[in-house]
């Protein structure tokens, strides 16, 4: 008969877009998190616990609702004149209808960095600002794959916040310990530019976009993307309102590791998590 760690506590799976992961698996997520917490420290950065939340007057401000619509999903409350006969309208039945919930002003986040701009908005920034947080994201796709896409995931970002040249330095640096890292693991991963819709798919920036990338993905070896570096010029502070000393907007960028799909790539690459556990021990006491 199987123990209740062999047979019953499952190591790491998702079905429907919706992940749980097991003891050994968090075992993990819990030391790659502190090689990223490593790197943040080594940038500086303080670390911050936001909202799980997004209000839908911020993200209007990022352009959110043009750019990535298809991938919101929106927190709301029943509505109170229809809570008496809940019961009989979920009977026979496995979703609640749309006509059934109140107005919506807020968004689950799809991306853990949000929190930061809209936390320094109307704020100027002398030097540099460095923030790192780890938080639950969630998205909606037209599929869902294993651990690889979910609905909801755990993304680690480091966030920079300041003028041009120490943003511009800190893509570098998180481009080289992303790739150094992969290859200290072996995963055979890669760096590729990808596109990042901030705005207007059509305007101005994004043309320049197409002409100097400001996104690149650390792609696993089948292809899956496990982390990106973004470089938003001044996007986001435009948008909110964050400026530098000589009244210029800042310039923002940021890394972020999906927990998740760097648990996929490793136990493919190691075999099992025990394995890929190990594997990171050792690059971590090395």
Known sequence: MPTQREGLVPVAGATGGLATIGPDAIRLVE??????LDWAGDFGADEVSYPPLLRVADLKRIDYFD??????????????????????????????SAER??????????????????????????????????????RQETEYVGLDRLLG??????????GPDEVG?????????????????????????????????????????????????????????????NFHRNFFAERCDITLPDSGFAYSACVGMGLERWIS?????????????????????G
Request: charged content about 20%; some cysteine; hydrophobic content about 45%.
């Open 169 to 229: 330095e800190f893509v570098e640096q998180a481009r080289q310990r992303l790739t150094a890292f992969a290859e200290a693991l072996d995963l055979g991963a890669a760096l590729r530019n990808a596109t990042d819709p901030f705005f207007d798919s059509d305007g101005p920036r994004a043309a320049m976009q197409r002409l100097i990338p400001v996104k690149q993905e650390l792609a696993s070896a089948r292809g899956v993307a496990i982390a990106s570096v």
């Open 67 to 96: 750019n990535f619509p298809q991938l919101g999903m929106m927190v709301a409350g029943l509505r109170p004149d229809g809570l008496a006969d809940m019961a009989g309208h979920t009977a026979d039945r496995d979703t609640v």
């Open 101 to 138: 919930l109140a107005d919506s002003g807020y968004v689950l986040p799809s991306a853990a960095c949000y929190n930061v701009y809209f936390g320094l908005s109307g704020s100027t920034v002398d030097g540099t600002v460095t923030v790192t947080t780890r938080g639950r994201c969630f």
């Open 31 to 36: 030391l790659l998190d502190a090689c990223f």
């Open 265 to 285: 790539a490793l136990t493919e690459r190691y075999g099992d998590v025990p394995s890929a556990v190990r594997a990171v021990e050792e690059h971590r006491a």
């Open 153 to 162: 995931f755990t993304m680690r970002e480091i966030i920079r916040i300041g």
